[in-house]
């Protein structure tokens, strides 16, 4: 489409910026965006911002509405006009819609930059009318000071929207949710927002972790609590018990134990951590007696390899060590007898057809 290459043009600089032909582009823009062109309507915001923060361009604008913020943008005063809504004004933009033409609008921005963010509700925007992030932040801190919590989580909601992505908000509402609100699911959804990165941002990673643990998605809290130990908080007791706490969700006593004795040492007779250690423990007996039984059915039925490695996995867990070293002496003992019957046979095999040569190399080994 021509208008499209058009605006490209303008915004890029490829051609001369003539108020009255940018206009009319983003008239027929505007029209093409109101049969549904999604392009056009980015467009058209694009370009009608872009003319009104042009250093050599003065235009008549002036404010049609207050709610929702909406202004009129005219070559002149009786120039056909271009309208854009406040959601629509860049921060740019508005700034000096104040500065040149002495025109304050009070705009609620809510871009939430890819993050996933519940409603704030009706009263906490009337609270925080007209404020930016930081006002938005102040107004929670005040409530909560109060003990109203309904209109803090609301503020945070919306310090998070009016940021455009901020980290600083994002944390606080994410710290809230989990210490102050239990909120954790909607932690959890804030969090792993795919507009979010967490790298390097480790006191997000814990947040996210420790909503995670409350709601005992273990397995998933305890590669972000690992991830934590390797980053300088290996001698926190709460961190390195969770992650045995996760390694036990994902059936692995072993491993479960070797986190939980680091937990214990560094912080003695914490109960939580005794009571995951006297379950690791317990699972690690129940794993290893199951795996003596099927390595005796394995060697009663002649599975010397099967009943060897069964035997071999129980031994290591240290637990009725004593019992899987009787059994793998018991398999190795069956294998030489195995090894000695067979030489034994080839032996007499040799005889009956007269090769006493190779009826004695047998005799030898089996011997």
Not at 111 to 138: F, I, M, N, S, T
Not at 309 to 327: F, I, K, Y
Request: charged share 30%; glycine share 8%; aromatic share 2%.
């Amino acid at each position: 489409m021509k208008i499209k290459a058009d605006a490209e043009k303008i915004l890029s600089g490829k051609k001369k910026l003539q108020v009255g032909r940018v206009l009319a582009v983003v008239r027929m823009l505007e029209e093409a965006a109101q049969q549904g062109d999604a392009e056009c309507a980015v467009l058209k915001v694009r370009l009608v911002n872009h003319v009104l923060r042009h250093p050599n361009v003065r235009l008549h604008v002036e404010v049609v509405a207050q709610d929702p913020p909406t202004i009129a943008v005219r070559s002149g005063p009786k120039g056909r006009p271009c309208t854009l809504s406040g959601e629509e004004i860049e921060r740019d933009t508005l700034a000096l819609l104040a500065e040149r033409y002495g025109i304050t609008l009070h705009v609620d921005r809510e871009g939430q930059a890819g993050l996933r963010v519940r409603d704030p509700g009706a009263a906490a925007r009337k609270v925080c009318h007209g404020l930016d992030a930081a006002g938005c932040l102040e107004r929670a801190a005040e409530a909560l000071e109060a003990f109203d919590y309904e209109t803090a989580l609301g503020a945070y909601r919306l310090a998070v929207l009016r940021s455009d992505g901020a980290m600083g908000p994002v944390e606080a509402l994410a710290r809230f949710l989990v210490e102050s609100y239990g909120a954790y699911d909607e932690a959890v959804e804030l969090l792993q927002s795919p507009g979010l990165d967490l790298r390097g941002r480790d006191d997000l990673v814990r947040i996210l972790a420790d909503a995670l643990h409350a709601l005992g998605r273990h397995t998933e809290a305890e590669p972000l609590y690992r991830t934590l130990a390797e980053r300088g908080s290996g001698r926190d007791p709460v961190v390195l018990r969770r992650i045995g706490h996760g390694r036990l969700a994902a059936g692995d006593p072993a491993e479960a134990l070797r986190w939980l004795r680091r937990a214990d040492a560094v912080a003695p007779g914490d109960r939580e951590t005794a009571a995951l250690l006297d379950e690791a423990r317990a699972r690690m007996h129940a794993r290893t007696s199951s795996w003596i039984e099927q390595a005796r059915a394995a060697l009663d039925a002649g599975r010397l390899d099967e009943a060897e490695e069964l035997a071999r996995r129980a031994r290591q867990t240290g637990v009725d060590a004593a019992e899987a070293r009787r059994l793998l002496d018991a398999v190795a003992a069956e294998r030489t007898r195995r090894q000695r019957d067979e030489a034994v046979a080839r032996a007499e095999a040799a005889r009956a057809r007269g090769d006493l040569e190779e009826a004695a190399r047998a005799l030898r080994q089996a011997l």
